[in-house]
């Protein structure tokens, strides 16, 4: 008789989603997103971090400056981005993102841009920014749908 309390493809994917974030060096926001073709193949995987060449150690992490160029903002790359530009198949035509943020506008940009026609999110805090409210407006003009993940509340421990 085969197993039971295998998890599904939603909390495959959203579960790798939030593994990714584990990845982040961020103290404030950790983000992960999965990106899935439609035979329920990852395709990439990302989080939010400085761009490839930035030392983490020389860059600021902070939310707060004196001056935009002491904070985080101008520089951190957004999970979306990342598993975007990380995957190493072609197209992206038709994907679901999965992500444990609800995109920003800029990455909303880049979602539509590069095909992906379904977004997966866990958490929508900025759901009231204007950046969120563009991204939910470019989404719909442009044909890419969104939901909310919804968890059952299992909970996975992974001793690594
Ligand atoms: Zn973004």
Known sequence: ???????SWDEYFMGIAMLSAQRSK???TQVGACIVNDKHKIVSVGYNGMPTGCDDDDMPWER???????????????????????????????????VTLFPCNECAKAIIQSGIKRVVYKCNKYA?????????????????????????????????
């Open 1 to 7: 008789m085969k197993r039971n309390d295998y998890i």
């Open 26 to 28: 961020d103290n404030s």
């Open 64 to 98: 707060e400056g004196e001056s935009s160029l002491d904070t985080k903002y101008p520089f951190v790359c957004h999970a979306e981005l990342n598993a975007i530009l990380n995957s190493s198949f072609g197209s992206l035509n038709g994907c679901t993102l999965y």
């Open 128 to 160: 009231d920014t204007d950046s969120v409210k563009a991204s939910c407006i470019l989404f719909e003009k442009c044909g890419v749908s969104f939901e909310e993940y919804r968890s059952n509340g299992k909970s996975i421990v992974l001793s690594v």
